[in-house]
């Protein structure tokens, strides 16, 4: 996938606004950015963050999606109904 942040336009269509949001996601998970934001945000502005953040997986994933696509553990799984 090219990662052009050029490109990334929300607000005009659905499928625009998810590849611009595929592009978002990849950009802000490299890791000089992570270090940098980490370096500068506050202790409550990261618990803001991660908090929204978790809603949202929580919200969209099946507990066995969080823990392979979000945790990395391809083995993990939940034998309960979710």
Known sequence: MNLDPTKMC???TDEID???FITFLRLSGRKELAELLAARLSSEEI???VDSFFVLLKK????DEYHRYFLLDPHHHHTTKE
């Open 18 to 20: 998810r590849q611009s």
């Open 60 to 63: 969209h994933l099946s507990k």
């Open 47 to 49: 618990l803001q963050y």
């Open 10 to 12: 929300f607000g005009l």
